[in-house]
Antibody
Framework: QVQLVQSGAEVKKPGASVKVSCKAS????????IHWVRQAPGQRLEWVGW????????KYARKFQGRVSITRDTSANTAYMELSRLRSGDTALYYC???????????????WGQGTLVTVSS | DIVLTQSPGTLSLSPGERATLSCRAS???????LAWFRQKPGQAPSLLIY???NRAPGIPDRFSGSGSGTDFTLTIDRLEPEDFAVYYC?????????FGQGTKVEIK
């Protein structure tokens, strides 16, 4: 069965960096892209960026350009999201999600990780 | 970025009733990329509908989606206890994904 398992909660100080992992199992990792989104308390879901798991090509939301890096390790079936220069507003639950292509023109996010809470506090 | 506005913010209904949720976009959305998710407390969002009206695998037919252009609707017939949750619409356009702010369906 498809699973995305994320790393555990993190507490960081302002200005630091955090790296969250998302380990995939139950499918061919390189067949589907992985997205990262976050959900701050009381806020809507916010797309951070995504990575083509096959060719390592990553794209980011404008808001996070220059501060985020999404990578993957095919030998470990794992995607990573690193966010730098953290501030209090980055406190949120971060999720990874698989972008599935059904072969008939539709892409959709069918499996999600359990979420990783990142707390930024001095 | 395309902004999605959902209404109402909260819907108070009883089990067995019908829920009608709205999602309005600031610009026309490509139908292929309009989806709905349900988020139960303490859980990650889960896919209900993709491509405006296609139910995700395992989703019962009491969930239906419709709409085009800038106006989309999620209808839930005969609310079950597990349906009392928060619902988000999502779209992809101009190389960016955005979500609505959510509609909470609560027990009346």
């Amino acid at each position: 069965q498809v699973q995305l398992v994320q790393s555990g909660a993190e507490v960081k100080k302002p200005g630091a960096s955090v790296k969250v992992s998302c380990k995939a199992s139950g499918y061919t990792f390189t067949a589907y892209a992985i997205h990262w989104v976050r959900q701050a308390p009381g806020q809507r879901l916010e797309w951070v960026g995504w990575i083509n798991s096959a060719n390592d090509n990553a794209k980011y939301a404008r808001k996070f350009q220059g501060r985020v890096s999404i990578t993957r390790d095919t030998s470990a079936n794992t995607a990573y999201m690193e966010l730098s220069r953290l501030r209090s507003g980055d406190t949120a639950l971060y999720y990874c999600a698989r972008d599935y292509y059904d072969g008939s023109g539709y892409y959709y996010w069918d499996f999600w990780g359990q979420g990783t809470l990142v707390t930024v506090s001095s | 970025d395309i902004v999605l506005t959902q209404s109402p913010g909260t819907l108070s209904l009883s089990p067995g009733e019908r829920a009608t949720l709205s999602c309005r976009a600031s610009q026309s959305v490509v139908s292929t990329y309009l989806a709905w998710f349900r988020q139960k407390p303490g859980q990650a969002p889960s896919l209900l509908i993709y491509g405006v009206s296609n139910r995700a695998p395992g989703i019962p037919d009491r969930f239906s989606g419709s709409g085009s252009g800038t106006d989309f609707t999620l209808t839930i017939d005969r609310l079950e206890p597990e349906d009392f949750a928060v619902y988000y619409c999502q779209q992809y356009g101009s190389s960016s994904w955005t979500f609505g702010q959510g509609t909470k369906v609560e027990i009346k």
